[in-house]
């Protein structure tokens, strides 16, 4: 799904069908301008991985139903250790046929809630009836009181403070540790560093290299130094982007390539 402000200055969106390079398939007819910024917001392949039950995550519960004077009372415990207890009172009526199945049946339905029934015990001195209405309103009571318990009981991890005894393992830094603020300075120098430099758009330095990468455009041409056809151009080689020289320098034992502008 895309959408993007028309001519009108109204937000609008279309549905994708396929993508194939950077050409890209609506699903209907749109009047769009050239150089409209598109926002993404649909996308059916993550919506489709949250759709499957290995994304449904759920909190386990014990519910344990037992008697009290004058009625019933549900406990509730979640696997943090958070409880909670709700009584309701009902009469108390023997039934004439086994109940335990379907009031276990009635106190698991915990739908769309965060909660799963790990275990459920029915407590009871008796083959009592229950009324479905009061199992269901006992376990909705319940749930909102352990929501409530969880919420109180839920304590954030706070940042641990700074030990400024710690020595940096360097005391000195170049440009290459990026200093480019004084509160990443003042941090710095509080843990031992006596030199610093400028980060480089701070004080651009003259003779350095401007990036280190992994990517190796010998090895993608085919002329890695450790081949035979490497030796054929030694270094260093020259890129030119946007009219600006780069001069490119190869260490194999680090596998490893620089770009350092020319001067």
């Given at each position: 799904g895309l959408c993007f402000a028309n001519n009108k200055g109204e937000f609008e969106g279309v549905r994708v069908n396929r993508v194939e390079g950077n050409r890209i398939f609506p699903a209907s007819r749109i009047e769009i301008t050239p150089h409209t910024v598109l926002y993404r917001n649909f996308d059916f392949e993550f919506d489709k991985r949250l759709s499957r039950p290995s994304a449904d995550r759920r909190i386990d519960v014990e519910i344990t139903l037992y008697a009290v004077p004058g009625g019933y009372a549900l406990y509730m415990k979640d696997e943090c250790g958070n409880h909670t207890t709700i009584r309701e009172d009902v009469p108390h009526e023997t039934a004439r046929t086994p109940q335990q199945e379907t009031q276990k049946k009635q106190l698991g339905k915990l739908g769309t809630t965060a909660y799963s029934a790990l275990k459920i015990d029915i407590d009871l001195?008796?083959?009592?009836?229950?009324?479905?209405?009061?199992?269901?309103?006992?376990?909705?009571?319940?749930?909102?009181?352990?929501?409530?318990?969880?919420?109180?009981?839920?304590?954030?991890?706070k940042r641990q403070e700074e030990d400024k005894t710690v020595c940096y393992p360097q005391t000195e830094l170049s440009y290459l540790g990026n200093v480019s603020n004084r509160l990443a300075e003042q941090f710095y120098r509080e843990h031992g560093v006596t030199r610093i430099d400028p980060a480089f758009e701070i004080k651009p330095s003259r003779g350095v290299p401007l990036m280190f990468t992994r990517h190796c455009i010998r090895y993608m041409l085919g002329i890695c130094k450790k081949t035979p056809a490497g030796s054929k151009f030694p270094d260093p080689l020259t890129l030119l982007y946007k009219g600006q020289k780069l001069q490119l320098h190869f260490d194999c034992t680090a596998c490893e390539m620089t770009l350092q502008r020319m001067e």
């Open positions: 001195p008796d083959n009592f009836f229950i009324p479905a209405s009061v199992l269901s309103k006992l376990r909705q009571k319940a749930v909102e009181s352990l929501d409530r318990v969880r919420r109180i009981t839920y304590r954030t991890e």
